[in-house]
């Protein structure tokens, strides 16, 4: 099977803003309801989004690296919101969020040492051909980057939210949305970008 080398693009879509955001919805569900008196229920409607959107994957017997994740991490919460007392819960439902951001920026990050987690996405609409290809992989490291970058920078806008209560709105809602907005811009342009400079 031919690689496709340097000077030669992947498919024209490698890797999908769609896929990649449906990834994180969870997350981001998670990091938009929760709160004081309503974390235990955004665990479980994040619990419930990772099964839903992961259903036909785990049918086909494989999960993303952030699939996975979503659905361990967003368990473990739900079962511990069910097991221990409202005492024992004060710190998380204080740092619910932070810790949930910080776990997706730790796992995006950590995948560029084996498997951009990318490219996991970039797969499902790219031929076998191209997945060694150095244009390819590339393409996937600076993704993977940007969306673990953007994770970091909004679980320490969490931190400050708790710090600085009176902006809160900004930190928890306001700057995080426009990021997320802009991490999904690039990663719809970039891809493209970067190919057409690989051509030239």
């Not at 998670?30 to 419930?48: D, H």
């Not at 368990?75 to 910080?102: F, P, R």
């Not at 191209?130 to 679980?155: C, E, Q, R």
């Amino acid at each position: 099977m031919g690689q496709v080398t340097e000077t030669q693009a992947p498919p024209k879509r490698s890797v999908s803003a769609g896929g990649v955001f449906l990834g994180f919805a969870p997350w981001i569900i998670f990091t938009i309801v929760a709160g004081p008196s309503t974390w235990e229920y955004a665990a479980l409607a994040a619990l419930a989004a990772s099964l839903v959107l992961s259903g036909r994957d785990i049918l086909q017997g494989h999960l993303n690296l952030l699939d996975m994740t979503g659905i361990v991490f967003f368990a473990v919460v739900s079962v511990l919101a069910l097991a221990l007392d409202h005492h024992e819960l004060i710190w998380l439902e204080t740092y619910a969020q932070v810790l949930a951001n910080a776990v997706v920026a730790l796992v995006a990050l950590g995948s560029l040492f084996f498997d951009p987690f990318t490219a996991q996405y970039a797969r499902r609409s790219t031929p076998p051909s191209v997945w060694d290809s150095p244009v390819f992989k590339h393409i996937n490291m600076v993704l993977t980057a940007v969306w673990g970058g953007v994770f970091v920078v909004i679980a320490v806008l969490g931190l400050l939210a708790i710090l600085v209560p009176s902006l809160d709105d900004w930190f928890n809602w306001v700057v995080p949305i426009v990021l997320l907005a802009c991490a999904v811009k690039f990663t719809e342009r970039y891809p493209e970008s970067y190919k057409a400079k690989a051509l030239a």
